[in-house]
């Protein structure tokens, strides 16, 4: 396994001297060990930055400016949510006959069979997490995805590791290949028919015009001019010859 040099120097700042480590680019942490008083350190991003941005597991070589070196493993970092830089860091001390509990992490190698057909792969869990002695960390766990095939997947059992006992649960997932996504087509949508408003029956309502069986409205009969009585013919008196 490989092994980083990290140089830092023992702080005696806390709590609001913290916040102005960070603004001059320094990273808070502290180191802790089993039977051992904590160590309050600091250091700077950059010399920070080989440990967290990586995908291996390292042993930690700690040089002190006490002038003290410590072995020990990168045990937690938080992180600022607006930057996403090392806000603080833990640092776990290790000695050679002590077994410890680690995460390492998964690399998939190769691209799986059922990707080139159509396939999508889901990368399920990143880390493992193992118990061995120092010596015996592995810097990652290495798997060959290129065999699987659509609906295939590899679990924690398959995986071999020599000197280490891992502690994840062998039935757990790692990785799988799935089906491609199915397009669902989309259903016609069917306009809801609107119910046709029932027939008011009134009094002297009139038929729609123009529907059928309906009877044409009679016109009313206007009523005819009484005729005046001719007058009666007067005889004409007869002329006196």
Known sequence: MAEIVLEAEVRNSRGKQSRALRRAGKVPGVYYARGEENIAIVT??????PLVGTKEAHIINLKL?????????????????????PVHFDLQGIKADEELTIEV????QG???????GGIMQHIM???????????????????????EINNSLHVSDVELQNVK??????NA???????????????VVEAEIPAEPEVIGKGKKPEEGAEGAEEPKKAEVPKKA??????????KEEKK
Request: glycine share 2%; charged share 25%.
């Open 174 to 188: 790692i990785v799988a290949v799935i089906p491609p996504a199915a397009v669902v087509e989309a259903a016609p």
């Open 111 to 117: 691209i799986p069979a059922g990707v080139k057909n």
């Open 105 to 108: 992490p998964i690399v998939l």
């Open 166 to 171: 891992i502690l994840d649960s062998e039935e």
């Open 227 to 236: 005729e005046v009585p001719k007058k009666e013919e007067v005889p004409k």
């Open 65 to 85: 400016n006490s002038g003290e070196a410590l072995n020990c493993i990168l045990r937690d970092v938080q992180y600022d949510p607006l930057t996403d830089l």
């Open 44 to 49: 700077t991003e950059k010399a920070l930055r």
């Open 126 to 148: 990143h880390t493992l997490r193992v118990s061995c002695l120092p010596r015996y960390i592995p810097e990652n766990i290495t798997l060959d995805v290129s065999a699987l």
